[in-house]
């Protein structure tokens, strides 16, 4: 199941954001999201959240 989340961010999270996204070729969801992960993987929460192939995929677009 896909839930959507809005965040607010202050202009230059946003800008940081961007550059983050650009240097990694995601758009910035994707990075939003690649993020999260990471510190889900960094507390040993990854096992909270099933990755589907679904999902996967999406990462690489």
Do not use: W
């Not at 199941?1 to 550059?19: D, G, H, N, P, W």
């Amino acid at each position: 199941m896909v839930r959507r989340i809005e965040v607010t961010l202050e202009q230059y999270e946003y800008s940081a954001l961007l550059e983050m996204a650009n240097e990694e070729l995601r758009n910035p969801s994707d990075q939003l999201r690649h993020i999260f992960r990471l510190e889900m993987d960094r507390r040993n929460k990854n096992d909270l959240v099933e990755i589907t192939e679904h999902e996967r995929n999406e990462d690489g677009k």
